[in-house]
């Protein structure tokens, strides 16, 4: 019965854990938006995030440490999001967000390439 289920599971894992999208939604979009125009939430709006500069949301009041963040000219790419989503805090002390209930790198490279298609 075990032997018989796997190959269902190995052809399904991938497919769920690459929905990006469905994981946004679940793990951030109670605090972010990420389509263009969108209002901040209790979070930027995340919309156009790849390429843009940290902190860049103009109708979001940054903390300190990611306005520094951005005055140094820091700017996200996917690997710079999936290192933060490791650990916001470890990377921008200070931040106001906390963790994420994300659970591995498959995940995190998911959200990654789900807010890369997200225009600006
Ligand atoms: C409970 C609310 C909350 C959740 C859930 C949350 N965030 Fe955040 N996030 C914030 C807040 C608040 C900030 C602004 C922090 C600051 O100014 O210090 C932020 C900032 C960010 C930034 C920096 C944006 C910029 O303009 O530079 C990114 C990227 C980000 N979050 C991604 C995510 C992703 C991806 C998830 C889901 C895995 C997520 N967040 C889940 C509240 C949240």
Do not use: K
Request: proline share 8%; aromatic share 6%.
């Amino acid at each position: 019965m075990r032997l018989a289920l796997l190959p269902v599971l190995l052809v399904a894992a991938p497919a769920l854990a690459a929905d990006g999208a469905a994981l946004f939604e679940t793990h951030c979009a109670s605090c972010h938006a990420a389509v263009s125009g969108a209002p901040a939430g209790a979070g930027p709006n995340l919309g156009g995030l790849m390429g843009r500069a940290v902190a860049s949301d103009p109708d979001y009041d940054y903390s300190p440490v990611l306005r520094a963040a951005r005055d140094a000219g820091e700017v996200w790419d996917p690997a710079t999001l999936e290192r933060f989503l490791r650990d916001p805090e470890a990377m921008f002390p200070g931040i106001w967000m906390g963790g994420t209930s994300l659970r591995g790198d498959t995940d995190r490279a998911a959200i990654a390439a789900y807010l890369a298609g997200q225009a600006p």
